[in-house]
């Protein structure tokens, strides 16, 4: 077997410019150096419904055909990358690894093998696949690129129904989990105006699938697209209480599908989605959520339902999505009814607690109990989501902000940003959803994606830009330098739980889509 080990010192120490190629004898495997463990051959799915790229940080394999770039995302920008392309044959390879060992296995025929330099897929012979990217300087841009790859590395075709739909993760050994709606909604943010139109229409065919699974009630699935089995309750699991957030951002994708390409919804199924949120909202103005374990289930929310303050900027947004779709559509009396109920939810949501709101003084409560009963949380993407989705009523701003920038920098993590600013994040009790309910540790974890997305945006509207530029170079650097971004981090900046996690590798163009979103916003 050929190792390009010893290829890769003598390509290094090649002349300058010398564009050393070695051809490779008919059926040959090497040996690639393990720090090239990012492959990449195109853009679309292969015919097995797999993405043709990927990379291989964990143990498994990937089979494909025609060029391929093997590179390290992770390296600078100079590092040693290397292309393969078949000159006859039939252009089919595989590649695995395993533990510390990564083979390309190509079929009979002349390969050719190119040195180049560079961190990401040769362009000079891949045509580049992402569209209108921003202009940034270097270690930016390449952290945007990155975060494309990953999301490119996500996309399956169901095996059930033959969706495409996007993963949470870049898994190739360990397989894929679910299609959660939120992931779904992170990815869509910040990758969809970059990709072709097939891109697009793989991303439309999830949302579709999506609306064409709405619950008896108008409820979004959370997921169930890859199995063709949807499901309402977050995770599936019955220790977690239900977030009723499909709805806010399905509805809220289908705005931005019209304002990117002018695709104008069903207006049958925004009707039902934004609906949904009227069923569930309560005298005094706000929408219920469900708690399985506490017994309280959609029949009997509106005398026994949980208030959480983020599922109800999730909802402000998703009536305010229906309302401008409802105005597209020319019917203007819905457009009235979901404007008017987006208002009331706002109202209500602003008042302080004694008041049955959900303002502390502070900030906004993370939960209030049927029985009225208060947990204070202070959840960070539910306070910059409800400033940049103008949520929160303007002489709220400024408390909250001192707060957070206060409590926050205090004890700043290396990455950021935590599920909570107060509770689970100091106090170590998780009890990040509801009291006592622990969900995978979110309450002690730092969440780039959904935590700093948001948080880096949100201060760019409030003109904090030197404080956004800290966080959002922060976000880069993590961006540039993990293999395979861990689902959590802790203060120190370790990683655990899942790998690789897709949002967490778009954060910086997740933000920066979000930044560029709120600017074409009308202001109120």
């Avoid at 490119?152 to 709606?181: C, E, H, M, W």
């Avoid at 699991?237 to 806010?248: E, I, K, L, V």
């Avoid at 219920?288 to 959480?308: I, Y």
Wanted: proline share 6%; with cysteine; net charge negative.
């Amino acid at each position: 077997m050929a190792d390009l080990q010893d290829w890769s010192w003598r390509a290094a120490n090649a002349p300058p410019g010398s564009g050393w190629t070695e051809n490779v004898l008919s059926g040959a495997e090497f040996q690639i150096p393990l720090e090239l463990y990012c492959f990449y051959s195109g853009s679309e799915l292969g015919s097995d419904g797999f993405p043709r790229n990927g990379s291989l940080w964990e143990d498994g394999s990937s089979e494909g055909e025609g060029a391929c770039s093997l590179f390290d995302v992770t390296g600078k920008n100079d590092s040693l990358a290397l292309l393969v392309t078949p000159e006859s044959g039939n252009g089919v390879w595989k590649i695995i690894r395993q533990q510390d060992r990564i083979e390309f296995l190509p079929s009979a025929g002349q390969w050719k093998i190119k040195v180049y330099a560079g961190n990401e897929p040769d362009w000079q012979y891949h045509p580049f696949p992402f569209l209108d990217l921003p202009e940034t300087d270097s270690r930016t841009r390449h952290a945007f690129v990155r975060g494309l790859l990953d999301f490119l590395a996500g996309t399956r075709r169901s095996p059930a129904n033959g969706v495409v739909f996007q993963s949470p993760q870049t898994s190739i050994g360990k397989g894929y989990s679910g299609d959660g709606i939120p992931d779904t909604f992170f990815q869509f943010c910040s990758a969809y105006r970059h990709l072709s139109e097939p891109r697009k229409a793989y991303f439309r065919s999830q949302l579709d699938w999506l609306g064409n699974h709405l619950r008896f009630d108008g409820c979004v699935p959370w997921g169930g697209c890859r199995q063709d089995v949807p499901y309402y309750h977050v995770w599936k699991r019955p220790d977690c209480g239900m977030f009723f957030d499909g709805n806010g951002l399905w509805l809220e994708m289908q705005r931005l599908l019209y304002r990117i390409d002018k695709i104008i919804p069903d207006p049958e199924k925004v009707i039902r989605a934004a609906d949904f949120y009227l069923h569930y909202m309560t005298e005094n103005g706000l929408v219920a959520a469900e708690s399985k374990q506490r017994g309280c289930e959609w029949a009997d929310l509106l005398q026994n339902g949980w208030h959480s303050s983020l599922v109800n900027v999730i909802a402000y947004r998703g009536l305010d999505a229906a309302a401008e779709l409802m105005a597209v559509c020319n019917q203007p009396e819905l457009s009235d009814r979901y404007r008017r109920s987006a208002a009331r939810l706002k109202t209500a949501f602003n008042l302080p607690l004694e008041q049955y709101g959900l303002f502390t003084g502070r900030g906004f409560a993370d939960w209030r109990d049927p029985d009225g009963k208060v947990h204070p949380l202070w959840r960070i993407d539910t306070h910059m989501l409800a400033i940049l989705w103008n949520v929160i009523e303007p002489d709220k701003i400024e408390p909250v902000m001192q707060y957070f920038t206060e409590k926050y920098f205090a004890d700043e993590p290396a990455v950021p940003a935590p599920y909570l600013l107060d509770g689970a994040w100091y106090d170590e009790q998780h009890d990040d959803m509801l009291e006592n309910t622990r969900t995978y540790g979110c309450g002690t974890a730092s969440m780039p994606g959904r935590m700093a997305g948001p948080m880096i945006a949100a201060l760019r509207k409030l003109g904090r830009n030197d404080v956004a530029d800290h966080i959002f170079d922060l976000t880069v650097g993590l961006s540039n330098r993990e293999q395979a971004l861990w689902e959590y981090y802790d203060r120190s900046g370790k990683g655990y739980g899942a790998k690789s996690y897709i949002e967490h590798a778009l954060t910086p163009l997740y933000a920066w889509e979000l930044t560029e979103i709120n600017k074409t916003e009308v202001k109120p």
